[in-house]
């Protein structure tokens, strides 16, 4: 989208120990010859944001939460606060990632009150929405579309404090995408369906495409209008190939 500065933000999902921290280190100091047409953003394991924020300290990138709790501190074991993220060097959370949604039965309600914990604490929440392969095959994808963005998505979100992406759940992490005019075809209904729930700031909200993004498609996805960056899954644990998305922003 003209005027939008693209995103390119890597999900290392359940990838990566401390050893990762020099990979991530590559990618932060090879991001900083694009930075001046985009931003950079790596969403590590909890376990590695606080060492990951400080090997990108100084540099233009940015270290975001895979997942955040709705509440702020209390008896949740395992869990993990939006504040904590935020106390650990994140800038973003993405929050109702469609893995999230299945392993631990995250609905729309739930995504939608962890995009509010995330802006209590300051963070960007990048809100995860796309339909399943029998959706599309039964001719439901924009249907659910609106149904996710009227679900996953608070009235509070602004440009500033919200990114969308869509991931078609079929594409993730299995060498699958959509034709660029599939992925037009659902940029351009979410980005009328902001418009109709947020009015003017849905203009400058970035719609990023996931699923199965890689240095060879990234040019042609990236062209597609309203696509305003990527989230990317597998090919976000190498520089390289994070590299080679960053080069077709
Ligand atoms: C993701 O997990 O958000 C993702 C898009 O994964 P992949 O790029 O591996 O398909």
């Keep these: 989208t003209p005027d939008i500065r693209p995103l390119i933000a890597g999900n290392w999902k359940m990838h990566g120990t401390r050893s990762s921290l020099s990979e991530l280190k590559a990618m932060a100091e090879g991001f ?54 935020a106390d650990c060097g994140a800038a973003h959370v993405i929050v109702g990632h469609s893995e999230r949604r299945t392993d631990h039965g995250e609905s729309d309600e739930t995504v939608a009150k962890k995009a509010r914990a995330a802006w209590r604490a300051g963070l960007v929440a ?21 149904r996710q963005i009227s679900g996953s998505v608070p009235d509070e979100a602004t440009a500033h404090n919200t990114v969308i992406a869509y991931e078609p759940v079929w594409a993730i992490g299995t060498g699958l995408t959509p034709t660029a005019d599939d992925v037009a075809e659902a940029h351009a209904h979410l980005r009328a369906e902001l418009r109709q729930r947020l009015g003017e700031k849905a203009e400058r909200m970035r719609i990023l495409y996931g699923g199965s993004v890689k240095p060879s498609n990234a040019a042609e996805l990236l062209a597609v209008p309203n696509v305003d960056g990527a989230l990317v899954g597998g090919a976000s644990l190498k520089a390289d190939d994070f590299l080679g998305i960053a080069r077709a922003a």
């Excluded at 990108?56 to 993220?85: N, P, W, Y």
């Excluded at 990048?126 to 609106?146: F, K, M, P, W």
């Design 32 to 85: 900083a010859q694009y930075a001046g047409n985009a931003d950079g953003l790596i969403c590590p394991p909890a376990t590695l944001l606080h060492e990951a924020a400080a090997t990108v300290r100084g540099l233009a990138f940015s270290i975001g939460g895979q997942d955040c709790h709705a509440e702020e501190k209390g008896a949740h074991t395992g869990d993990i606060s939006a504040e904590m993220l």
């Design 126 to 146: 990048i809100i995860c929405i796309g339909e399943t392969r029998d959706q599309r095959e039964a001719g439901e994808t924009l249907r659910v579309l609106s």
